[in-house]
T-cell receptor
Framework: SQQGEEDPQALSIQEGENATMNCSYK?????LQWYRQNSGRGLVHLIL?????REKHSGRLRVTLDTSKKSSSLLITASRAADTASYFC??????????????FGKGTHLIIQP | DTEVTQTPKHLVMGMTNKKSLKCEQH?????MYWYKQKAKKPPELMFV???????INESVPSRFSPECPNSSLLNLHLHALQPEDSALYLC?????????????FGPGTRLTVL
């Protein structure tokens, strides 16, 4: 079953505006990650936030995590046409240590209008 | 080098064919993964290898047979596939020590089953 659910499913904004995507999940997690995927190609890792962290920044990206609400948000500031892609949140599938598979949310398709 | 390579990029096969997908990484990662992604859907975990041993199999049909010959290589052998198996197959790798390790994805193999 799907662990993460993204909201909105699609988002279209003007270049230069900020884009916010939300993700909710169902079970306890060790960490939550965000990935970007361009046109059905491989996934590019954007940022990882651990369960004991509340906010993390990387360049134009800001991620928040609220474990009490089981939700996360990804903010992309000053968007560019090159940010057009699908964005997925992903959580580790198991609570134990070692190599865990990821469970992905349904994704948000972001379109940046020039 | 944070690259995961996959070959071939595209594959078309009949339902009676036998083919293999290949994945390679040279980051020293000891965990490798196969994911399947249908069009407009998120990736779904298929298999996890940890230290060259199969550690997770997400109830994948036996017509998909994974193999990890060494710590750098991961294969997915395909036999008697169905048209509904057409998808993008993604390989990923990560460290094993912490379940919080980032997974690095390859560009994928786009498989079409006729």
């Amino acid at each position: 079953s799907q662990q993460g659910e993204e909201d909105p499913q699609a988002l279209s904004i003007q270049e230069g505006e900020n884009a916010t995507m939300n993700c909710s999940y169902k079970t306890s997690i060790n960490n939550l990650q965000w990935y970007r995927q361009n046109s059905g190609r491989g996934l590019v890792h954007l940022i990882l936030i651990r369960s004991n962290e509340r906010e993390k920044h990387s360049g134009r990206l800001r991620v928040t995590l609220d474990t009490s609400k089981k939700s996360s948000s990804l903010l992309i500031t000053a968007s560019r046409a090159a940010d057009t892609a699908s964005y997925f949140c992903a959580t580790d599938a198991y609570s134990g240590g070692g190599a865990d598979g990821l469970t992905f949310g349904k994704g948000t398709h972001l379109i940046i209008q020039p | 080098d944070t690259e995961v390579t996959q070959t071939p990029k595209h594959l078309v096969m009949g339902m009676t064919n036998k083919k293999s997908l290949k994945c390679e990484q040279h980051m020293g990662h000891r965990a490798m993964y196969w994911y399947k992604q249908k069009a407009k859907k998120p990736p779904e975990l298929m298999f996890v290898y940890s230290y060259e041993k199969l550690s997770i199999n997400e109830s994948v049909p036996s017509r998909f047979s994974p193999e990890c010959p060494n710590s750098s290589l991961l294969n997915l052998h395909l036999h008697a596939l169905q048209p509904e198996d057409s998808a993008l197959y993604l390989c990923a790798s990560s460290g094993v020590v912490l379940s919080t390790d980032t997974q690095y994805f390859g560009p994928g193999t786009r498989l079409t089953v006729l």
